[in-house]
Each structure stands twice: as C-alpha cells, then as structure tokens.
C-alpha cells in the first residue's frame, strides 16, 4: 500500500469523524451535546457557586425524601420510571447524614469529590461508618438497610434501574412525614 492511499485513507477517517462526532450547532466535537444550564451553573453567585456545580447539568433541590440542604441532577433517564435505566448526581454539604434507609432496587454510587461514609444496618452508628473518598465505588443492594454521612462537601453519581425510592427505616427520619 503506498504512503499517498495510507494518507488519503487517514485524512477521510478524520473529516469523517469531525462530521460524524461534530456538534451541529456549534461546530464542537462533543460525545454529546451540552445539557442545559441553570443560572448558579453559568453564574458566579451564592450557595450553588460555594458547592462547585458549574458542570451543565440541571440542579436543583433534592426531592423532599432527602433532608433539606442536598442538591440533585438528573444526568440519564427518568428516575421515578420502573424499568428504566437512570443516572442522577447527588450533591451534599459537609456533615449530611442520611438516616437509614433502603431502596427496592440496586444502587450503584461512584464518589466523585468529597467523602461518602456509609454503613449497614437499622440504625445510624458512627463505629460502623466506612469512608470511600473521590474516585470510589459502592454498592448498596435493594432492600438492605444503610446509611451514610458526608465528610466536606460530596458529590456522588447514582445509577441503577428505577424507580429510585427511599424508605426510611424509622419513620420518624422520613422528611416527607
């Protein structure tokens, strides 16, 4: 095979690529387009900006399941849709504590900043917590109880299958009721 078909055959897998990859509004190689963006994600302004969420995904509060202070994203999929394959992230300030729970699914959850300290069981022990900083994984199964506490601000990403759903153990830990 000669240099000049090698060099031809190369060039056109690039424009191709460039095309085929290219953000059409933009002109960007992007594996996606840009997700919208809030004003605390494009703006230098308050709470939002102190817990770093300039990363183009749509934040907002937790739903009322979570206590008050989380902030959540929806990053794939529909999470209230049984069957349905979702990925959400999650955002904490330091020293949230989530009292145990469960849910009826698997939940997978990758740290990617701060620490997620979880433990099992039915109530929340200190002693049992075990630290997974930035960059780790865990793995919590359906219908087993656990909790969790945040060390400095954490953000987590949650995927699994829906519907994503907690159910306090202690009724009295239910922010909802």
């Not at 900083?133 to 087993?144: I, L, N, R, S, Y």
Request: glycine letters at 12%; charged letters at 15%.
């Amino acid at each position: 095979m000669s240099l000049k078909s090698l060099s031809l055959g190369a060039g056109l897998f690039v424009a191709w690529s460039l095309v085929a990859c290219g953000d059409a509004d933009s002109g960007r190689i992007t594996a996606q387009k840009p997700r919208a963006t809030t004003s605390a994600a494009s703006a230098s302004n308050g709470a939002g900006h102190a817990m770093g969420k300039n990363d183009g995904f749509n934040w907002g509060p937790a739903p009322p399941i979570f206590p008050p202070g989380a902030q959540f994203a929806v990053v794939q999929g529909d999470p209230s849709v049984a069957g349905e394959v979702f990925t959400v992230r999650l955002l904490f300030p330091n020293g949230y504590v989530l009292a145990p729970h469960t849910h009826p699914k698997d939940e997978y959850v990758t740290v990617l900043r701060g620490a997620f300290l979880a433990g099992m069981g039915e109530d929340f022990s200190e002693a049992a917590l075990t630290p997974t900083k930035a960059g780790g994984f865990v793995e919590m199964p359906a219908d087993a109880a656990h909790f969790a506490k945040m060390l400095g601000i954490t953000e987590v990403q949650v995927h699994g299958i829906g519907p994503f759903q907690l159910t306090y153990v202690h009724s009295e830990d239910d922010p909802t009721k």
